[in-house]
Structures are given as C-alpha cells and as structure tokens.
C-alpha cells in the first residue's frame, strides 16, 4: 500500500482561497484568513485549501473511486479557516461531502454578491467600532435605545430568512413588540447599511449574525 497524497498545486490553492475572497468557508465564521507580517516581504496566512474528500487513504471522507486528477481537482477543494479545516475533519459524519459542498457554494454565492455590491461584507471589527461610536452618541445606532431594537430586528430577519421578505411589517412590529415606524426606520438602516436589500430581497445572514450576536455581548457587558 503506497502513503500517497493528491494535494493541491499552490495555484489550485490560491484560487480557492480568492474564490472566497480569503474568507473561511465556513457559514459559521467566515472569519478573514490573510493578513500582513512583520517581515514586511511576507505574508501571514491562517487559512487552508481543505480537501473535500480526503487526499490520501486514511483520510476523512475519503472516495476511492476518484482518479488522482479528480482529487487533486479544484472541484474537491473548500477554503476554510486553520481551525474549521481541523473541525471538519475531526468529525468526517457530520461534515459530510454534500454538506461541505453546499458550504462552498454558499460561501461563493457570498464572495460574487460582495463582489457585485448587492451585499457589503462588515466584519465583526466594524460593528464593534459603529458600536463605540454610538456611545459616543456620534451615530445612529445610539439613539433612543435603538441598539436593543435592532439586535431583535436582526435576529427575526435571521430566523426568518424565507419568510420575511413575505410578511407584513406591521406584523413583524407586533410579533417584536415595537412601532412599526421603529421597525421601519431599522430597516432603513439595514438596507442602507448592506444588512439586507430591500429591492433584491436578498438578506446578509453572516452580517446581521454578528450584529445581533454583538449587541448581545455589548449588552452584557453594560449590564
Ligand atoms: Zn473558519
């Protein structure tokens, strides 16, 4: 029995990596995965070209009706974060072969919409900073407790991705228990902000996750 391996050429790598716009795959992180170093000639890289059915014997997922080209093929490739690719492949049942292909279709669909400016990408380092700004009362997101608002508006439209474009406001108003001028006002900002585009119907899960998911931490922290 050889020990061989079918890995990726660097290029096959790197064009995974920027299929993605070097975000993790993911839909749970999308975390960035590149960034500078202090050689100031090299770069660091935090991420890695995952094979989706396993390079070698052993491996997870591993499919032996594959020719060597076939799995070393940009097709049997995902771009996930160091620490997603080791949890992927830590537990190969629950990461299935169709699931991470959804994953990396999914994370495409994203990387073309960022792409295409029907969705803005805004790391979690943003929403920290709109955050800040607003204590300062320099910003919207300060007004009239309208950051408690809008974690809940975030989190229904979350929760309710296939419907919501489908339900009434004044509806969602009553269900969240606000006015549903509030509401509309949040939507506004959404809209305006990337979270959500009003005209294409299109929702920016990972954006309005980490909102929701950051004012609960903000929350907490102010007690
Ligand atoms: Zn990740």
Not at 31 to 45: F, I, M
Not at 107 to 129: C, F, R, S, T
Request: charged share 30%; hydrophobic share 35%.
């Amino acid at each position: 029995m050889t020990k061989k391996r079918d890995d990726f050429t660097k290029r096959t790598k790197d064009k995974l990596k920027d299929r993605v716009n070097g975000l993790c795959s993911s839909p749970n992180c999308r975390t960035l995965t590149t960034g500078p170093h202090t050689d100031k000639a090299e770069r660091t890289n935090n991420g890695n070209a995952a094979h989706i059915t396993a390079a070698s014997e052993k491996g997870p997922r591993f499919n032996p009706n594959l020719t060597s080209e076939q799995r070393k093929h940009i097709s049997n490739g995902i771009w996930l974060c160091v620490s997603c690719s080791n949890i992927i492949d830590a537990d190969a049942n629950r990461f299935s072969v169709k699931l991470l292909h959804k994953w990396k279709e999914e994370a495409e669909k994203y990387a073309q919409d960022v792409l295409d400016g029907k969705v803005k990408h805004i790391p979690a380092m943003v929403l920290n900073d709109i955050y800040t700004k607003d204590k300062n009362g320099q910003n919207f997101y300060s007004r009239n407790n309208l950051t408690d608002t809008k974690g809940k508006v975030a989190k229904y439209i979350y929760d309710h991705e296939v419907d919501f474009f489908l339900t009434k406001n004044t509806v969602i108003a009553e269900i969240l228990n606000i006015l549903p001028e509030t509401l509309q006002r949040v939507l506004k900002y959404f809209n305006r902000d990337g979270l959500i585009n009003m005209e294409k119907r299109i929702i920016n899960k990972v954006a309005l996750k980490s909102l929701f998911k950051e004012l609960d931490d903000c929350i907490k922290l102010i007690g």
